[in-house]
């Protein structure tokens, strides 16, 4: 390799300092942990936010164009379903309610759920049972609750487990388990969609969502069209998801906190590790300057120092993931509501500001070094 050797005497210069080089590492490892730790955080609301979309798994959502989030649903009229149904482009169409209630224990004391209430015919959308049997839902006040993180806020039901709900009494016949927990903290139940609007108070519409499933993907924007002609929108399971992202971006204070903190963590790196760095170069002029004398150029002293830049800051990325990792891992198994998940998304946002570090580090040093004449390092 061409520049192999100035390339290992910066390294040797780098790691024989060690209180610098720890300096080094501790700033960036510490700016990584924190701007992971956030947008980590973030991507775990985020996934538990569309969590209902996820486990339902439709293909298309019809909805009221003011709806933000899966939880606030507007109910649509009767006649909507049955107009959708015979659109162009639809194989088949059915009713979705989510509500929410409160249920009477067996202990007597009350808990808040999401009801959600599955086309009684089809059950599309049913989450994959642990206990049970999925046709006993048919059977008089069954209900199934899903096991995940709020599972023991209902006192760790079993199958045969009695509730209240509403005055109705409810049975738990299944325990299932879906893809994503909820961000609401509340546990779920599922059950058929006439015993959900039966149970629940309701408005003078019931329907929560449409669920289409196209023909084919040409369908869908023909399918939009038409649905969009009745005052209504339709959106792909990715389309709605886009937009509750959206909605907890930039329409609550979480996104906007979350790009504050990361903000604030990246100037904490920035300013250890850029002037840790900057004293580092400081402290060995002399040595650069040696290097120019015995015909180091200028372009080789700019490589060794964006090596060493590099270096360090990939170094410190590697342990500031491994930390943040190690950290989501411990909390996520004695907490499960824990909603932290690493993405690609926020690996590649910290991965750009420890490059952007290392780069606005790396200049000021070089601009430092190139003006080092070494008659005046001699001469001192």
């Known amino acids: 390799m061409k520049y192999s050797g100035i390339m290992r005497i910066g390294f040797k210069l780098l790691v024989n300092d060690k209180a610098k080089f720890t300096a080094l590492l501790i700033g960036i490892t510490f700016a990584v942990f924190l701007m992971m730790q956030m947008t980590a955080m973030f991507a775990g609301i985020l996934n538990r936010a569309y969590s209902t979309v996820t486990n339902i798994g439709a293909s298309m959502w019809v909805m009221d164009p003011a709806v933000n989030t899966a939880a606030s ?206 004293s580092f170069i400081l402290e060995n002029l002399e040595k650069f300057g040696a290097l120019k004398a015995i015909g180091a150029k200028g372009r080789e002293l700019v490589y060794m120092i964006l090596f060493m830049a590099t270096f360090t800051a990939l170094t410190g990325f590697g342990l500031g993931i491994g930390l943040v990792t190690l950290m989501i891992t411990i909390t996520r198994a004695r907490l499960p509501n824990y909603a932290a998940i690493i993405t690609f998304w926020n690996l590649g946002l910290a991965f750009g500001m420890v490059v952007l570090i290392a780069a606005i580090s790396s200049y000021f040093g070089v601009r430092r070094v190139l003006k080092i004449e070494p008659f005046d390092i001699f001469r001192g």
């Open 73 to 278: 649903a507007i109910p649509l009229p009767d006649y909507l379903l049955d107009a959708v149904r015979s659109m162009d482009g639809v194989s088949y169409a059915v009713p979705l309610f989510i509500g929410g209630a409160l249920v009477k224990l067996e202990s007597g004391t009350y808990q808040a759920v999401t009801v959600v209430g599955l086309d009684d015919t089809s059950l599309f959308g049913r989450p994959e049972l642990e206990q049970g049997k999925i046709e006993d839902i048919y059977a008089d006040n069954s209900f199934f609750v899903v096991d995940d993180a709020e599972f023991d806020k209902l006192e760790n039901p079993k199958v045969g487990t009695q509730f209240e709900l509403n005055d109705f009494r409810g049975v738990i016949v299944g325990i299932a388990k879906v893809a994503s927990n909820g961000l609401n903290g509340v546990p779920t139940l599922y059950t058929t969609y006439y015993r959900a609007i039966q149970y629940l108070p309701t408005m003078r519409f019931t329907i929560s969502y449409v669920l289409v499933q196209p023909k084919s993907d040409a369908d869908v924007a023909g399918i939009k069209q038409q649905v969009a002609k009745l005052g209504y929108v339709a959106f792909t399971k990715d389309e709605f998801n886009s937009q509750i992202a959206d909605y907890y971006t930039y329409k609550t204070g979480i996104g906007t906190n979350i790009l504050l903190m990361t903000v604030i963590s990246f100037l904490v790196g920035l300013s250890i590790s850029g002037q840790t760095f900057y």
